[in-house]
């Protein structure tokens, strides 16, 4: 992950060794590019790796030229916008998300659960149905964590609850309910332990105001440092609202966006939720010079 940005771009390289020297646990660049004892998708190695490869992708497309008007993150990829809108200095964010994953890693040991995405129901009825199930915080706990795109939905709760909604989606009509691979109920009412230390650590922060306008995943509306503060614990349990931010973002005028980072995900969702709008990443260095090409025939 990364390691073609670090070989190919300077600007990639300098930000990789930067992390490494600031963050001591154990070795990015080591984990990243080979990790040699399987330990990436553990969430406490996930969050870390992840912020700092964004970044250093983002570096590469800053050198190349490409200015961005608005930015918007995903999940942990907020962070890595929080620092490249310029809310949050590099260090800061690094060892902020360095917290964010063990608190969220602790959180999920305590409070046992799980995630699915539910494919080809209205967001509406899947709400309904995880009402219903959800009566305070019991067994049956489950509510909506992600809203992707139209037709993607990722609910988050306990065990029994999302087993529960997905026999109860089904009879519904969703056409699929797939299970994630997560080690806990991210997103929802059960990271309240992890949202708590999160807005406790980051108050000993500072927050910036944004060079660049940013989204919220949390109001799906642009916020500035201070509401950035507020709505980092929010995001962190109360979910993702990347539709409505994307639609906002639309509504405003911009048709050209660009996905920074590993894979091609949310330029998936972005194409769902509007096919009127140009979308193009940047993960790799046949991607930067590919997406270059395309803004330049597009007048950029």
């Not at 660049?29 to 004892?37: K, L, R």
């Not at 250093?56 to 962070?79: F, H, N, Q, T, W």
């Not at 310029?86 to 799980?114: N, Q, W």
Request: charged residues 25%.
């Amino acid at each position: 992950m990364g390691k073609d940005m670090f070989e190919n771009y300077e600007e990639s390289r300098n930000l990789f060794d930067k992390a490494n020297k600031l963050f001591k646990p154990w070795d990015i660049e080591e984990v990243c590019f080979e990790d040699p004892n399987g330990v990436l998708n553990q969430t406490e190695y996930t969050q870390v790796a992840l912020f700092t490869t964004n970044l250093a992708v983002y570096e590469a497309v800053r050198k190349a030229g490409i200015k961005p008007d608005a930015m918007i993150g995903y999940s942990l990829g907020e962070y890595s916008a929080l620092v490249a809108s310029g809310i949050l200095d590099f260090e800061d964010g690094l060892h902020l998300v360095e917290e964010r994953s063990k608190y969220m890693a602790t959180s999920a040991k305590a409070e046992a659960g799980t995630m699915s995405a539910v494919l080809g129901l209205d967001k509406e009825i899947i709400q309904a149905i995880c009402s219903t199930l959800s009566v305070g915080m019991d067994e049956n706990f489950v509510s909506i964590s992600n809203d992707n795109c139209p037709g993607q939905v990722v609910i988050s709760g306990t065990v029994s609850g999302v087993k529960a909604a997905t026999e109860d989606l089904l009879k519904a009509g969703a056409k699929r309910v797939m299970p994630l691979n997560v080690s806990g109920a991210f997103h929802s009412e059960l990271m309240h332990a992890a949202s708590v230390k999160l807005e406790m650590y980051a108050s000993a922060l500072t927050f910036h105001d944004p060079k660049i306008p940013i989204v919220s995943n949390a109001t799906a509306d642009y916020m500035n440092g201070e509401e950035a503060r507020k709505n980092m614990p929010i995001q962190t349990m109360k979910g993702v609202r990347f539709r409505e931010s994307i639609e906002r973002l639309i509504n405003d005028g911009f048709d050209v966006f660009i996905e920074i980072g590993v894979k091609k995900t949310l330029s998936s969702f972005v194409k769902k939720i509007s096919k009127d709008v140009t979308v193009l990443n940047v993960e790799d260095k046949k991607s930067l010079e590919k997406t270059l090409a395309t803004l330049a025939t597009l007048g950029y």
